[in-house]
């Protein structure tokens, strides 16, 4: 079993940064691939970025790429999810995810944060 804590979430204005972090404990943390996704009202969950287990690997949806950044620390059982230029459509609740094979969809992901809200203004 591994349990997933986000956090990082919050308001900010269209054009500002947020990084969010996950901290992951239960498990190997450097045996996971870690996953962001997101989910905004009204609307499917989304993939937003991926990172294989040694972060050499590292995979975004187009509408984040060159903005968004994942990285992770194995030392600190933590990835991470740095966003800049964040734009009202990026409102969402963002899930951080933990699976054994790289994808960009949710479903071989088993295991899941609770999820925390980003909300960006115009």
């Known amino acids: 079993q591994v349990q997933l804590v986000e956090s990082g979430g919050g308001l900010v204005q269209a054009g500002g940064s947020l990084r969010l972090s996950c901290a992951a404990s239960?498990?190997?943390?450097?045996?996971?691939?870690m996953g962001w996704f997101r989910q905004a009202p009204g609307k499917e969950r989304e993939f937003v970025a991926a990172?294989?287990?040694?972060?050499?690997?590292?995979y975004y949806a187009d509408s984040v790429k060159g903005r968004f950044a994942i990285s992770r620390d194995n030392a600190k059982n933590t990835v991470y999810l740095r966003m800049n230029s964040l734009k009202p459509e990026d409102t969402a609740v963002y899930y951080c995810?933990?699976?054994?094979?790289?994808?960009?969809?949710?479903?071989?992901?088993?295991?899941w944060g609770q999820g925390t809200q980003v909300t960006v203004s115009s």
């Open positions: 990172i294989s287990r040694t972060g050499a690997g590292i």
């Open positions: 239960g498990r190997t943390f450097s045996n996971l691939v």
């Open positions: 995810a933990a699976g054994l094979v790289v994808s960009t969809t949710h479903e071989p992901y088993a295991y």
